[in-house]
């Protein structure tokens, strides 16, 4: 008798622990903050949080904005997609010589360097507009990097 | 007044004098100040950035135009966008003049239409979604001019700022007509 009942509680112990971790998975879809995820894990290291991205999104919009949208060539060309592409080859933008000549690659290394100083970067560029804050130039790689099919 | 394009007639001129330096007299009395030199390099560096800048103000004033005339809006609101537009309408030629001044040629307008297609023109659908866009574009440009000035030659550095200025005042009236609140923080641009 003592034993059916052990095991009739460890059922339950089970069952309940099961909920749980139901509850947990439930908790962290959709609005919980995800970390950075390191190479090598199953998500994508590009992956931030809806949170941060709805940071990521504004800043670019206030910063990037004035010049640039995702999908239409404005005072800059398009932003879609232009991360893990070469310098100066989005489709129907009137490019400057100094990007038409720049051999790169846009990274979160070449990104941070051009933000930071255009001009120095590409001599000759049309955007002389530098983003000063380390941290602001990472959200907007993040955001970038984000929304382009070549991230990986 | 003097002729300020007697000196520079052409941008083969500007940028063939040899030393690669030059003088900028005339520049200065675009600007209303005095200026030293500059490489030609780096003209033809002010020169592109002037032309973007050139390039953003087409935009804002066709912006303007398309809002205006969109039938979205109050008069009275109306009333108000035309005078921003107004003062667009200054910088661009203020700018025009600087760019022709160094020897280049001002960026063209485009079409109403191909920038009402860059701005989604067509997802505007009341006052409200007009005044948004307005509102992105200005605090848009008044971070855009405060963000170029340190790649600016030195003598543009004014003219930039006066222009954020003009940008950050549209956008407080904007944000004000949209009932947002005042921010907190300092140092609200750039």
Redesign the interface.
Known sequence: MKRRLNIMLYVCAVLMSGEVFANDAAKSEGTVPMQMISEGDSVPPNAVSDEQRVKNEKLY???????H?LD?????PRHRDIYGQKAGSVSGFNY?E?LQNLDVIWTDVTLDEWLK???AFA??????????KASERKAVIQYLKSLSRYSE | MQDITRNLSSRRDLLSMTGKTLSLAAVSLVIGREIKTASAADLSQDIAILNAAIALEHEGIAAYQIAATSGLLQPAIVDIGVAFQGHHKGHRDILVKAVETLGGTPAIEKSLEEYARNIKAETLKNQTDVLRLALDLERGAANAYLGLIPSLGNDFHQIAAQMAADESFHAAILANALGEPIPKAALLFG
Do not use: D, E
Request: positive net charge.
């Open positions: 919009r206030q910063r990037c904005g004035a010049c949208a239409s060539n404005r005072i800059g400057s100094a100083n255009p001009t001599k000759g560029t049309s955007m002389g507009f530098r983003l000063r």
